[in-house]
């Protein structure tokens, strides 16, 4: 365990914790603190680890032994039934019928209860107001016991008005309104995470509309349960059920209840969805439950390391160096200048060579608008973010700042730029489909055959080895770890790389300068050339393309 919980004071080191939210309520404060008695910082270590340890325990005791329902809630329900019993006296009265109960005697039962904290002979009555307002709450737990004792309470009340009503002879009944406001939504439950985890950063609505998927099967299966009350029980069925699904569904059977669609095919032969599909479903709920935990609604996460054991990983492999040279040497994109509709123009041949010397994703090249080629301190970048509508990105670490190689400039990709500001466009690449969740979708298919037309058979070699091929450069390079995930948009978990903002462009750009590619010929540019393509980016010389074959 890290030292976060470590705090110096004057009189030495102490333990200090926020207690969860979700807990607070049954602390008289909203921190833990412990005085750990020693000065030294090596033994507050050693007994911070003890002294945690009990914590844990203390906080997982906590959540145990309580629930979802509160003191001011539970008064409330019990307010609610008071007031319906009250209601159907005074109805029974209207239509001339006066039970004979021994009130009495039930008076004097309840106030014997109250006095002993004894809620057995109440329990039919707590567990069928449970069961109508859907809460769930376990026997003997300090939530039931808190129902209990208001509705004691209320049947008390209850009791001494029909005991007036009798004494007055009906002349002071009051017909008492009950609200029936729909019950509030519970901020526990999991759609309602689901909710909140969409809001917390931009996503692909592709990825999206798979992690609703996902989590709306998990709560077709088990209930739109609160995320306390999901055990790992509760994730490991769902992950043996998603493992009965078919590979393929029809538009329609994607709709359907999880429950049914297994069985429509549970003894059909048909091809299941693969352990990593199944795997992905499974990550799904677990990170909807992470919010929870950050939300310190959670103490653990339940799905955290549930995964199929048989799982084969989605490997992705960098090009070697005979491959990119048969792609760059046999693509008629950069052979004949070729530029067909699934090439969407110059991104046919531009997003390779970005991917190839930046590391980037193709969807964060693809999405990139003229405003994000930038200049600062001598230094022209690529400003990686999501400030505008239609952009997004993966997770909070890919907005970054990756300066343009040396090879890119070389290559003309600021007269590029240069050409598509005089024609007023905004996107850097204008032909992809921008009016979409994810622009470079279409791109992805066209480009993959591409590199597999190209000779590249190896099913694991895609347009995201580019970013792997970038990856083993910058190792050969002997690029600081540090500054790789700078550059790529990734995160090394450690707590302090949070501080602070980041490198300095001059830093990247003396790093990423380094990288190179053995035995590389890089394919002439249009713009670099000069006689390539009109103000309207329309043609482009074959002649120019011959040249650099040659050189080839």
């Known amino acids: 365990m ?130 109508d307002h859907g809460l769930q709450l376990d026997p003997g737990s300090m939530d039931w016991k808190h129902l209990a004792y208001q509705l004691m309470q209320a049947q008390l009340q209850v009791c001494e008005e029909v005991m007036r009503r009798d004494r007055t002879g009906n002349r002071e009944m009051v017909f008492l309104p009950v609200e029936e406001s729909p019950p509030s939504e519970n901020m526990n439950q999991l759609s309602a995470m689901l909710k909140k985890w969409e809001s917390l950063q931009p996503r692909h609505q592709q990825t999206i509309n798979e992690w609703r998927t996902a989590v709306e099967r998990f709560i077709n299966l088990k209930g739109d ?132 010397y930046t590391g980037a994703r193709l969807e964060e090249l693809g999405q990139l608008r003229l405003t994000d080629i930038r200049h600062s301190q001598g230094i022209h970048f690529l400003d990686i973010n999501c400030h505008e509508s239609g952009k997004s990105l993966k997770n909070p670490n890919s907005a970054r700042r990756v300066p343009l190689h040396p090879k890119l400039i070389e290559a003309g990709f600021l007269l590029e730029i240069e050409r598509l500001q005089r024609q007023g466009a905004t996107h850097v690449f204008p032909e992809l489909s921008h009016h979409t969740d994810k622009c470079t979708r279409g791109f992805s298919k066209w480009i993959n055959r591409q590199i597999n037309a190209c000779g590249i058979c190896d099913e694991s070699k895609v347009f995201h080895s580019f970013r792997h091929t970038f990856k083993d450069a910058c190792r050969e390079a002997e690029i600081p770890r540090e500054i790789q995930e700078a550059l790529m948009g990734h995160s090394s978990g450690k707590v302090g790389d949070s501080y602070g903002s980041g490198f300095s462009l001059k830093r990247l750009y003396d790093e990423i300068a380094k990288v190179a590619y053995e035995d590389f010929v890089l394919p002439p540019s249009p713009a670099v050339l000069g006689e390539g393509l009109d103000e309207e980016g329309e043609s482009f010389s074959r002649s120019s393309t011959n040249r650099w074959n040659e050189a080839a």
Request: glycine residues 4%.
């Open 2 to 131: 890290g030292s976060e919980y470590l705090q110096l004071t004057p009189n030495g080191y102490k333990y200090r914790r926020r207690i969860p939210v979700a807990l607070q309520g049954y602390f008289r404060r909203k921190t833990v603190g412990v005085s750990l008695r020693t000065k030294c910082q090596q033994e507050a270590r050693r007994r911070l680890l003890v002294v945690h340890a009990q914590v844990q325990a203390l906080f997982e005791e906590v959540e145990l032994t309580t629930g979802q329902l509160q003191h001011s809630q539970a008064l409330e329900i019990a307010e609610r039934w008071r007031k319906r019993a009250l209601n159907e006296d005074f109805e029974q009265r209207l239509n001339g019928q006066k039970p004979d109960r021994p009130l009495h005697t039930l008076s004097a039962r309840l106030q014997q209860s109250l006095e002993q904290m004894d809620f057995s002979a109440d329990a039919g009555l707590v567990e069928q107001v449970k069961k």
């Open 225 to 356: 349960m609160d995320v306390r009350e999901i055990t790992r029980k509760d994730v490991r069925d769902y992950m043996e059920q998603c493992r009965l699904l078919p590979l393929h569904l029809t538009k329609a059977e994607r709709a359907l209840p999880m429950t049914e669609i297994v069985q429509r095919y549970r003894k059909r032969e048909v091809k299941r969805m693969s352990a990593a599909t199944v795997n992905k479903n499974v990550n799904a709920v677990k990170s909807v439950l992470e919010v929870a935990l950050q939300e310190e609604i959670l103490v653990k996460n339940p799905a955290q390391g549930l995964n199929l054991c048989d799982s084969p990983s989605k490997v992705r492999l960098p090009f070697e160096p005979q491959d990119l040279q048969l792609f760059f040497s046999r693509s008629p994109v950069y052979r004949f200048g070729e530029r067909k509709r699934g090439c969407a123009g110059e991104a046919g041949y531009w997003l390779p060579l970005l991917a190839l």
